[in-house]
């Protein structure tokens, strides 16, 4: 996806069993959406506590934040537990929203890629920050994005 798409619909489960749409939150609030490989990775454990470090300054400008990966309902409960995290982790195992979002693999297509999306209110992608390594220029670059 590029800047100025329209975010697709899908519906996702979080780490507490609940339903998730893409656009349940068109015309509420804005939304940075950033998927990520695995729970409990070194390099994921830090973008998701960067998230969770900045989570405040997200929800003071009106959005809100949601992490995807392709682990389990049940892993993504453990995850957020571990590192108190206060945002909704969502289960795409079978890389639904990945493919819908054009989410490219990374490191050879070895492994699901990190990318990071701005999404105004109205659906309308106005970033798109994608970096496998640094986790934290996920964060400044959402950040940089959100707050004016």
Do not use: W
Request: charged content about 25%; glycine content about 6%.
């Amino acid at each position: 996806m590029k800047v100025g798409d329209m975010i697709p619909e899908f519906t996702l489960f979080d780490q507490n069993g609940k339903a998730f749409s893409s656009h349940s939150l068109l015309d509420k609030k804005h939304l940075v959406l950033f998927f990520y490989p695995k729970d409990g990775t070194p390099i994921c454990i830090r973008e998701a506590c960067a998230f969770r470090d900045s989570y405040y300054d997200f929800v003071e400008n009106g959005f809100e934040v949601v992490g995807i990966s392709s682990d389990s309902i049940r892993n993504h409960k453990a995850f957020a537990k571990s590192y108190t995290l206060p945002y909704r982790l969502l289960s795409d195992e079978d890389g639904i929203a990945r493919k819908l979002m054009k989410v490219p693999n990374s490191f050879f297509g070895l492994l699901p890629g990190r990318v990071t999306f701005v999404i105004d209110k109205n659906g309308i992608v106005r970033k798109v920050f994608n970096s496998a390594l640094s986790a934290s220029s996920h964060v400044k670059e959402a950040i940089s994005t959100v707050v004016k």
